[in-house]
């Protein structure tokens, strides 16, 4: 199995991947399901549950101190029921834990920087690192598997149980057990929990006027910000573009289909299709940014909606699409509010990019496969969350601190090739284009 060679190291804001906020009215197939529905069609389920909550309070023995309470048990009962779909994306939340969703939609965390994924029966997996935050700094990698937080085995754990494992206040220490599927290799680690803030874009125009774009995560709103890059960078003659959706766990739906809509003069941005098979098309909305050159650089770390990205911008002939294969992530959830601020996050669709295709556990093929063969911490190309007043001294002082000055050296003069060969590809466009209007 190929090396992981993307040290990104996580920064453990664990919001479990920011997903999107789509069919939040669930009505779309009663009319088929109707007589299924309901309180007096689930009366014999609720009375075999209100008769376990009674035999519960009236014979459990247990902690003197703690006895059980309805409120908890029907907490516990709902956990259960949602678990029991066996559905890594699909949770419940309590009061305390939506709250903290939310907190983590925003883009600012207090933990240690990374996007997970969990199934049954199974340890954590790492979807992408957040750049600059203490996982990241510590080395952790996508792909890499968390066996133990604190000692305790995560197998048996759930998603949310791991989270606010790893969350905590800035300054308090956890300690997570990685294994390396790559090199067989089990290691601890000790992270030092912070507050992270994200930047999510980043932009700077490259040589011969190639525009970058970097966006490490599809938050809150985020399609302003890229807007904003995208405008200074043709306001300063920018004549092709690249993408890096490289290690993007995804995010919110709308985001993603507006950011595609960029780039898009027409047609179809994504579908999405329910329990029942109705399916909801999107369509590129808002402004078009014109037809210049394009390749988006893409990973194994590239998760949902940067699938809507990428697959959308593939299956158009938008852009070339360079990298390795993403994640493969392409289900939908919505969150359901519960009368008493509880609620609970369902898989409710799938997507399909516009020729059809669903890349749920498969992921999405680069137009070009360029595999990382080299480790790396810190490069222009990849460093968001760091002041960008920053120079290139300052960075290579913080390597050193981190990884001694023999390896910050060796990092600073590692090359980015795909990067390298995203700008090869557009030279060549650039070249061929000023050819053919001679």
Do not use: C, W
């Not at 780039?263 to 369509?283: A, P």
């Not at 050159?293 to 949902?304: D, K, T, Y």
């Not at 289900?331 to 990019?353: C, F, H, M, N």
């Amino acid at each position: 199995m190929k090396r992981l060679t993307r040290v990104k190291i996580i920064a453990v804001v664990l919001s479990i991947v920011v997903f999107s906020f789509v069919y939040a009215n669930t009505k779309t197939s009663q009319s088929q399901e109707g007589a299924n529905r309901g309180f007096l069609s689930n009366l014999a389920e609720l009375k075999e549950l209100s008769d376990v909550m009674d035999i519960i309070i009236e014979n459990h023995v247990g902690d003197e101190e703690k006895q059980p309470e309805k409120k908890e048990l029907m907490q516990g009962a709902l956990k259960g029921m949602i678990d029991s779909l066996g559905d890594p994306y699909s949770v419940y939340f309590s009061k305390e834990e939506m709250e903290s969703f939310k907190e983590d939609i925003q883009g600012k965390y207090a933990g240690v920087g990374m996007v997970i994924q969990k199934k049954v029966d199974e340890p954590l997996v790492v979807v992408s690192p957040i750049e600059d935050t203490p996982a990241f700094k510590a080395g952790i990698r996508p792909k890499d598997k968390i066996i133990s937080i604190d000692g305790e085995s995560t197998y048996k754990m759930t998603s949310n149980e791991a989270v606010n494992k790893l969350k905590g206040e800035p300054g308090t220490e956890v300690k997570v057990t990685i294994y390396r599927e790559g090199t067989k290799e089990t290691k601890e680690i000790l992270l030092e929990r912070a507050i992270v803030e994200l930047k999510y874009v980043k932009s700077e125009m490259k040589e011969d006027k190639i525009g970058y774009l970097r966006l490490t995560q599809f938050g809150e709103d985020v399609f302003k910000d890229v807007r904003k890059a995208l405008i200074d960078l043709q306001k300063d003659g920018m004549k092709a573009l690249i993408l890096d959706l490289r290690s993007n766990p995804g995010g919110a739906l709308d985001q993603s289909i507006k950011i595609a809509s960029m780039f898009l003069d027409s047609g179809r941005v994504v579908s999405v299709k329910g329990k029942v098979g109705q399916e909801q098309v999107y369509m590129r909305e808002g402004r078009y940014y014109g037809d210049f050159p394009m390749v988006v650089l893409i990973n194994e770390g590239s998760a949902s909606a940067s699938e809507i990205v990428s697959g959308a911008l593939k299956d158009r002939g938008r852009a070339i699409l360079v990298g390795e294969k993403t994640f493969g992530k392409g289900s939908v959830q919505s969150i359901l509010p519960l009368p008493d601020e509880d609620g609970i996050k369902l898989t409710i669709a799938k997507y399909y990019t516009p020729n059809g295709t669903s890349i749920h556990g498969k992921g999405i093929e680069p137009d070009v496969r360029v595999e990382e063969s080299e480790d790396y911490l810190f490069f222009d190309g990849f460093i968001t969350n760091v002041d960008e007043e920053k120079t290139k001294e300052n960075r290579q002082e913080i390597l050193k601190e981190i990884k001694g000055e023999e390896e910050a050296e060796r990092i600073a003069n590692i090359r980015d090739t795909q990067l390298e060969t995203a700008m090869g590809i557009l030279k060549g466009i650039m070249v061929n284009s000023a050819r053919k209007t001679k």
